[in-house]
């Protein structure tokens, strides 16, 4: 079955499914290294020390391989494996697995003929700079404020859209908020390469955000990003969310509790800085799908901040009140879909930029209604909410996020109101089922990770399908505590960092080989050589939507670093999002087995 969903990029977004500083360091390091193509494809980053570790040699024939100091000491000798299966390019690869050897350092994997890694460490906490970098990465999306050099370096920049003077579209007029009258709707990320702002991508974005912090407050209570909120009492992680999160709260219609699609331009802007654009900004439309994003976001932030009276007082209730106010209106309003095109028709000025349209809003309802739930212990909001509505368990996406509502309900089992939810035991056997499901087969395929079973894994986005993938392993493996569902989570993040067929590291500055050049205003028109760093790029993605030829059409090679490819090479908050959570939460539970080992 071909699902399509259409939504939001610098051009139209189409994503398929069958088919197809601390960084600044590192961004520096990623300069003095030679990035021709190598031939062995690893976490070019590094490895925990009692982690499992393994890199792909593309051009080996067996026999050995040797893991040496940067000055070519022999630190570790073994013997190259070939692959069950060949590679989607049809090609057996060879798997050198070094994972018993742990001594902490700085290395390279060498193979016969002289073919060599590029450098990387073991040691404790080695992915902790890219995971801050990860989070960081939204305070240079942050949009109404200027980015000060303190704490952006040489990103820093003017500020760009206030938002103070925002006008209600005519597909957003009510009878209390007329066609062209004002609001200040400031703060939120912009959200991917273009300067505009929406609420299903923001809801997914700081849903996955605010459970990480949910998931793992002790870790991230220690996490310094160095934003102009730090020290404030309040772990920086949420500080962040709080800048989205205000924003959020401005897109509800206080007169009936509905939430307005997106807030944006009529067209994209020009590649230029954020300050340079200045064309009017509308609030559009009010949908189902937003208003429970909202919901569901909104009462999970009641819970959180909550935590929070002296720093943020009354904030927990009015998410609360807003949560509450916004499922009465989806209740009400069960099936209004934002469909672009038929608003163009009707109304002026036409909307040409992100869709973001969704016709099913069943997993919308789960989500809402779980995170409603968990807060409040009222089982009213779960009452004719099917939590069963079929059978698939795709890992999350904007357009599908009954996954967000089951991982709430799974963890949140203290509370004997949610281990009475008669469908709970179905719910966990089902996740755990879905994580057997990835796992089944990945040491026959070529790069020995999730990510590289399927072809139907490579569309728009392919990367953050890596990443959710590693998130829902890592959820079952806090249900489970069955460690092999964390190794293969890590070996999605080895995909991310460079062990794939692309040999790219995917996140800006990470890494020896990154992308130069990402679909990103700012990084693009700010005059500064190096991208912003901490951005996971879209990835391999066969479907050139954009019109921008990829070097292969072969489903995990076709990436290009290339501006223009927003198809491949553009970036989206809803993709950094799991990339935090996983290089988050892989550096917490690392720290939480060192600490029982010892």
């Not at 593309?58 to 190259?80: D, E, P, W």
């Not at 106010?325 to 934002?338: E, R």
């Not at 089982?379 to 509502?405: A, C, E, R």
């Not at 469908?423 to 990510?451: C, F, H, S």
Request: proline letters at 6%; a neutral charge; hydrophobic letters at 40%.
């Amino acid at each position: 079955m071909k699902k399509i969903s259409i939504y939001h990029s610098t051009a139209l977004r189409v994503s398929v499914w069958t088919f197809i500083m601390l960084f600044t360091a590192q961004a520096a390091l990623s300069q003095q290294i030679d990035t021709s193509a190598s031939p062995v494809r690893l976490n070019q980053i590094g490895f925990y020390p009692n982690a499992v570790k393994k890199a792909i040699v593309l051009n080996g024939r067996g026999g050995a391989f040797t893991i040496q100091t940067l000055s070519k000491t022999i630190v570790f000798t073994g013997i190259l494996k070939p692959s069950v299966k060949p590679s989607f390019g049809g090609k057996i690869t060879y798997i050198a697995d070094f994972s018993v050897f742990n001594k902490p350092g700085s290395y390279r994997l060498y193979i016969p003929g002289g073919s060599n890694s590029y450098p990387f460490q073991i040691k404790p906490s080695v992915h902790k700079p890219l995971a801050n970098a990860a989070i960081k990465a939204y305070y240079f999306m942050r949009a109404s404020t200027p980015l000060p050099a303190k704490y952006a370096g040489k990103w820093q920049r003017a500020e760009g859209h206030p938002d103070t003077n925002v006008l209600i579209h005519p597909s957003a007029a009510s009878e209390k908020r007329k066609a062209g009258s004002m609001i200040k709707s400031p703060r939120g990320w912009y959200d991917a390469g273009d300067y505009n702002k929406y609420i299903v991508n923001s809801g997914i974005t700081t849903g996955t955000l605010l459970s990480l912090y949910e998931d793992f407050p002790a870790y991230m209570k220690t996490v310094k990003l160095n934003i102009p909120e730090s020290g404030n009492g309040i772990p920086d992680i949420l500080n962040e969310v709080l800048w989205n999160l205000r924003w959020m709260l401005t897109m509800q219609d206080p007169n009936d509790g509905g939430v307005y699609h997106k807030l944006t331009n009529a067209a994209f802007d020009k590649f230029e800085m954020p300050d340079k654009g200045t064309e009017p900004r509308y609030v559009v439309q009010k949908g189902t799908a937003a208003t429970l994003d909202f919901a569901a976001v909104m009462a999970q932030s009641a819970r959180i901040f909550k935590q929070y009276p002296q720093q943020v007082p009354d904030l927990a209730d009015s998410c609360l009140n807003s949560a509450q106010s916004a499922w009465a209106w989806a209740i009400k309003n069960p099936d209004v879909a934002y469909r672009q095109d038929e608003m163009n028709e009707k109304f002026s000025p036409k909307i040409t930029t992100g869709t973001y349209g969704d016709n099913n809003f069943a997993d919308e309802f789960i989500w809402a209604a779980s995170e409603l739930f968990v807060t409040t212990h009222d089982s009213g909001f779960l009452k004719n909410i099917n939590l069963l509505p079929d059978d698939p368990m795709h890992v999350p996406t904007w357009s599908q996020v009954k996954l967000l509502g089951y991982y709430t309900l799974a963890k949140n089992t203290v509370s004997a109101d949610v281990k009475n939810v008669k469908d709970l035991p179905e719910i966990k056997k089902r996740l755990i089922a879905a994580a057997d499901d990835l796992i089944n087969g990945v040491d026959d395929n070529a790069y020995q990770t999730v990510m590289t079973q399927s072809i139907k894994h490579f569309g728009w986005g392919s990367t953050s399908e890596a990443a959710n993938e590693g998130v829902l392993l890592i959820q079952v493996y806090k249900l489970s505590h069955n460690k092999k569902y964390l190794d293969y989570a890590l070996a999605n993040l080895d995909y991310l960092l460079g062990r794939n067929a692309t040999g790219y590291s995917y996140v800006t500055g990470y890494g020896s080989k990154t992308p130069m050049h990402p679909h990103h205003r700012p990084s693009v028109a700010d005059g500064v050589t190096n991208p912003i760093p901490g951005l996971l790029v879209g990835g391999a993605n066969p479907g050139m939507q954009d019109g921008i030829h990829v070097p292969s059409t072969v489903p995990d090679e076709a990436y290009i670093d290339d501006d223009r490819a927003y198809a491949a090479n553009e970036i989206a908050i809803n993709w950094n999002a799991p990339l935090a959570y996983l290089a988050n939460a892989s550096e917490a539970l690392q720290q939480e087995l060192s600490s029982s080992k010892q």
